[in-house]
């Protein structure tokens, strides 16, 4: 079969279809997490995306697509901000654990050394890329991909191809989703912090019983041995509370999509 008769079973419509369904995937490698990662490299992640809007094109239902310019790049828009809706969501979770090794480096001291993270590329510190890298990790070993993949068909089911989403909603469930950023890293975070005020306060008690102890040279490598002992102990803890918030995450992206 030559590619002129391959093409030719593809109709006008089918073929818009799939670029409406490839619209909607894409910001999954903008903002998603694992699938975002810049570890993949472009070329990659753009045939992962094609490969997903092919899986995608016989389950998604359509009626007839407006083939003029202008009605189709608006729909083009429409899907694109449903999947930006969607990838926020999980991303907003994922962004949680770099916020709360952020947190941890600035109390321990690992703040003023800083690398480029391989899976955001940004520059981050040393326990933040920690974390992003577990996360990764975690994420692989539970299956959150699938789960993601699937969650992304059923936004289908919120808002159809040819329907248009609510612009209040959306902008709700984003608000939802930053705000609890800043609430996931404490909790993430919240024993180690503890532990670490307690330690600094427990320095400061010494350094006014003995005034001619040496708290920075003494104090330092306390709060490293202290932290990274309880980050090693809280990793299950923090494991088991990424499994359930990605579910958390992909329900609520999904209950935000709301036809307007």
């Given at each position: 079969?030559?590619?002129?008769?391959?093409?030719?079973?593809?109709?006008?419509?089918?073929?818009?279809?799939?670029?409406?369904?490839?619209?909607?995937?894409?910001?999954?490698?903008?903002?998603?997490?694992?699938?975002?990662?810049?570890?993949?490299?472009?070329?990659?992640?753009?045939?992962?995306?094609?490969?997903?809007?092919?899986?995608?094109?016989?389950?998604?239902?359509?009626?007839?697509?407006?083939?003029?310019?202008?009605?189709?790049?608006?729909?083009?828009?429409?899907?694109?901000?449903?999947?930006?809706?969607?990838?926020?969501?999980?991303?907003?979770?994922?962004?949680?654990?770099?916020?709360?090794?952020?947190?941890?480096?600035?109390?321990?001291?690992?703040?003023?050394?800083?690398?480029?993270?391989?899976?955001?590329?940004?520059?981050?510190?040393?326990?933040?890329?920690?974390?992003?890298?577990?996360?990764?990790?975690?994420?692989?070993?539970?299956?959150g991909d699938a789960w993601i993949i699937k969650g992304l068909a059923r936004t289908y089911d919120a808002v159809p191809m040819l329907?248009?989403?609510?612009?209040?909603?959306?902008?709700?469930?984003?608000?939802?989703?930053?705000?609890?950023?800043?609430?996931?890293?404490?909790?993430?975070?919240?024993?180690?912090?503890?532990?670490?005020?307690?330690?600094?306060?427990?320095?400061?008690?010494?350094?006014?019983?003995?005034?001619?102890?040496?708290?920075?040279?003494?104090?330092?490598?306390?709060?490293?041995?202290?932290?990274?002992?309880?980050?090693?102990?809280?990793?299950?803890?923090?494991?088991?509370?990424?499994?359930?918030?990605?579910?958390?995450?992909?329900?609520?992206?999904?209950?935000?999509?709301?036809?307007?």
């Amino acid at each position: 079969m030559t590619a002129n008769e391959l093409l030719a079973r593809f109709s006008e419509q089918q073929v818009a279809a799939f670029f409406l369904v490839l619209a909607r995937v894409s910001p999954l490698f903008i903002l998603a997490p694992l699938f975002s990662s810049k570890m993949i490299p472009g070329r990659v992640r753009t045939i992962i995306a094609v490969g997903l809007a092919v899986g995608l094109m016989p389950v998604v239902k359509h009626g007839v697509i407006d083939l003029d310019p202008l009605a189709f790049a608006g729909q083009v828009v429409k899907e694109v901000v449903v999947g930006l809706a969607f990838a926020y969501g999980l991303a907003a979770m994922f962004a949680g654990l770099q916020v709360a090794g952020s947190l941890l480096d600035t109390l321990i001291g690992f703040s003023f050394g800083s690398l480029v993270d391989p899976v955001t590329g940004n520059q981050s510190t040393v326990i933040a890329q920690l974390y992003s890298l577990f996360g990764v990790a975690i994420l692989i070993a539970i299956g959150g991909d699938a789960w993601i993949i699937k969650g992304l068909a059923r936004t289908y089911d919120a808002v159809p191809m040819l329907d248009a989403p609510a612009i209040g909603s959306l902008v709700e469930g984003a608000q939802v989703a930053f705000s609890g950023i800043f609430v996931a890293a404490f909790m993430i975070g919240a024993p180690v912090i503890i532990a670490l005020i307690i330690t600094d306060a427990a320095f400061g008690v010494v350094s006014r019983v003995v005034p001619q102890l040496n708290v920075f040279a003494v104090g330092f490598p306390a709060k490293v041995t202290v932290g990274l002992l309880l980050i090693g102990v809280t990793m299950p803890f923090v494991g088991a509370w990424l499994a359930g918030e990605l579910q958390q995450s992909v329900l609520q992206a999904l209950q935000t999509l709301k036809v307007a």
